[in-house]
């Protein structure tokens, strides 16, 4: 059973970089055909896609925060990172971790970890 | 980029079925079998529900079922049970920009 856990800071400040990472377990981040994955949700409202990276390095950011994202694997860890700067309480969100297909289904998810943006 | 587009709200009481909509155009769900459902309990991550339009992930229960026809995807809840009630999401592939949309979700209430 793979299992994701997203861990960083809680609260950042405006204008400083929101770090995250997610660690895999019960598999390989290096198997085929997984792409890990970054979405976010805005308190009471829906999801939205952020970012994957697979296991050779490969990425897919959205346009919309592409210029203020940078996605990392290391796979000696099993782990993959996030790093959206610069940061503004329009990035306050629970931020999840997980496990996406060819078909761009979400299989396995992170259990979320809130962000808070504030000074 | 515009979400998909789904009810805010639907209910039922036990027993019963009930449909989730989910609308978008030819550039997504209506172009593509990559339509996937979402359950969302409170403070809870999504769960995986049904993926590519109709199939089941194993474990999920054969009281859920998809469907797609035209621009528009549906989520059928057969025999409603209170554990039922959730937060529903759809998602579909895009080929636009950004490779893939949510819904902005349905707030499902077993009466």
């Known amino acids: 059973q793979v299992q994701l856990q997203e861990s960083g800071p809680g609260l950042v400040k405006p204008s400083q970089t929101l770090s995250l990472t997610c660690t895999v377990s019960g598999g390989s981040i290096s198997s085929g055909g997984s792409y890990w994955s970054w979405m976010r949700q805005h308190p009471g409202k829906g999801l939205e896609w952020i970012a994957y990276i697979y296991y050779t390095g490969s990425t897919y950011y959205n346009p919309s925060l592409k210029s203020r994202i940078t996605i990392s694997v290391d796979t000696s860890k099993n782990q993959f990172s996030l790093k959206l700067s610069p940061v503004t309480a329009a990035d306050t969100a629970v931020y999840y971790c997980?496990?996406?297909?060819?078909?761009?289904?979400?299989?396995?998810w992170g259990q979320g970890t809130l962000v808070t943006v504030s000074s | 980029q515009s979400a998909l587009t789904q009810p805010a709200s639907v209910s039922g009481s036990p027993g019963q079925s009930i449909t989730i909509s989910c609308t978008g155009t030819s550039s997504d769900v209506g172009g593509y079998n990559y339509v996937s459902w979402y359950q969302q309990l409170p403070g809870k991550a999504p769960k995986l529900m049904i993926y590519?339009?109709?199939n089941r992930p194993s474990g999920v229960s054969n009281r859920f079922s998809g469907s797609k026809s035209g621009n528009t995807a549906s989520l059928t809840i057969s025999g409603l049970q209170a554990e039922d009630e959730a937060d529903y999401y759809c998602?579909?592939?895009?080929?636009?920009?950004?490779?893939?949309?949510f819904g902005g979700g349905t707030k499902l209430t077993v009466l």
């Open positions: 997980a496990r996406g297909s060819d078909s761009w289904d979400f299989d396995y």
């Open positions: 590519e339009v109709s």
């Open positions: 998602s579909s592939y895009t080929s636009s920009s950004t490779p893939v949309l």
